[in-house]
């Protein structure tokens, strides 16, 4: 990427790509949204209203961001954001390949772990970096995203100061060697993408919860346990390590809100984007998530009961079309002892 001011299109953009274009067009880049109809003609009525939990409030006019429905604006990409959920990835990393020069970089914004390997695999010889959102955002509608919950994004260390061009006012990128474990320490986090979704709930009053807690800390100690065996370590994303993760979540309620407050700052309106998919009728991300954990689990004959019934009872929800379950952990508990998920090869692991 030789130009100094690059033309960056966002591959997919909806609440992640319009957020972080947005911020990106607002200090001065030259950015294209790649939408669906839908969202560009959002952003073409009412530009882009970027808000987040501190009070940032930024406005986005139509004008000052370019935006395109035709993916053959990829030609003119001097770096592509790809930030299409995962079962995507395949399409937009064929349209990239199509369409984009050779010589400019491909970063994944997406959750999930293999995103980054699947693009590099569609887009051999090319500069491809996976990448970590730690954020949350929120789409509020009329072209409005809000970040509701903290942090700086990460992206796979490289050739060029990639980190400097996504860092801008509100907006901070770092650059990591050590990526797949930044991403294996997310894919942990996002493993409560399922559970918020089917709980219905804002993730802040569905972690006061101490049922969802325990099952969040009972799935992500399960996972934690395989993804070790197959020789990963996950590093935090947050100061507690990726071990006492589940401790801190057993506590009781009171003692737990302050340790978390600590931790990660999150608003009321934070809900996982995995909620939004089944509120809008999606399919979701569940394989990338549970899936990968219970294919691990397979792999190594050590049983995943938690991962695989949370899938099933996700595939539920997405057949039955209906948006949020509005489940409680409980009823999540009895599926789980009813055990037609559990059966599991297990070598008492
Ligand atoms: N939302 C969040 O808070 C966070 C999300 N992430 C991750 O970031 C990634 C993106 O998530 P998010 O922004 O929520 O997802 P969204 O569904 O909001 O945005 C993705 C957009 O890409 C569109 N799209 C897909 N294919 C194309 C195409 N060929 N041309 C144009 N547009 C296309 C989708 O349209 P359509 O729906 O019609 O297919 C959708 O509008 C995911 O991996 C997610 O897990 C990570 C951290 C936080
Ligand atoms: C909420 C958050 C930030 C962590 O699970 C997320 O990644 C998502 O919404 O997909």
């Not at 067009?25 to 970027?50: K, Q, W």
């Not at 089917?198 to 993804?227: C, F, H, T, Y």
């Not at 390590?241 to 608003?267: E, Q």
Request: glycine share 10%.
């Amino acid at each position: 990427m030789e130009n100094s001011d690059p033309h960056i299109v966002v591959a997919g953009a909806g609440s992640i790509g319009c957020f972080v274009g947005g911020l990106l067009a607002a200090a001065g880049r030259n950015v294209t949204l790649l939408a669906r109809p839908r969202i560009a003609a959002e952003v073409r009525a009412h530009g882009l209203t970027l808000t987040d939990l501190d009070g940032m409030a930024v406005q986005v006019n139509a004008d000052a961001i370019g935006i395109s429905t035709d993916a053959a604006i990829l030609a003119r990409a001097d770096l592509v954001l790809v930030s299409v959920k995962s079962r995507d990835t395949d399409a937009m990393g064929s349209l990239i390949n199509t369409h984009t020069a050779r010589g400019a970089p491909v970063i994944s914004l997406q959750n999930g772990v293999f995103n980054g390997a699947d693009l590099r695999r569609l887009l051999p010889a090319r500069d491809v970096r996976a990448g970590m959102v730690p954020f949350n955002v929120v789409p509020m509608g009329q072209g409005c995203y809000h970040r509701a919950v903290e942090g700086d994004i990460v992206i796979e260390a490289g050739a060029g100061d990639l980190a400097s061009v996504l860092t801008v006012p509100h907006l901070a990128c770092l650059e990591s060697r050590e990526i797949e474990n930044v991403q294996w320490g997310k894919f942990l986090m996002n493993l409560n993408n399922a559970l918020n979704a089917l709980s219905g709930l804002p993730i802040k009053v569905q972690l006061k919860d101490r049922n969802w807690r325990r099952l969040m800390a009972d799935q992500w100690a399960e996972a934690l346990r395989v993804i070790q065996r197959h020789g990963i370590r996950p590093a935090s994303s947050t100061p507690v390590s990726v071990s006492l993760i589940p401790w801190v979540l057993r506590l009781p309620t009171g003692l737990f809100t302050r340790v978390a407050a600590a931790m990660l700052k999150i608003d009321p309106q934070a809900r996982t984007s995995m909620s939004y998919d089944l509120m809008e009728g999606r399919p979701t991300e569940i394989d990338a998530l549970q899936g990968v954990v219970v294919e691990m689990g397979q792999a190594l004959g050590i049983a995943t009961p938690i991962n695989a019934m949370v899938m099933d009872v996700m595939r539920t929800a997405e057949l039955a079309g209906e948006g949020l379950p509005n489940l409680s952990a409980r009823a999540l508990r009895r599926e789980l002892q009813a055990g037609g998920a559990a059966a599991q090869p297990s070598n008492g692991a």
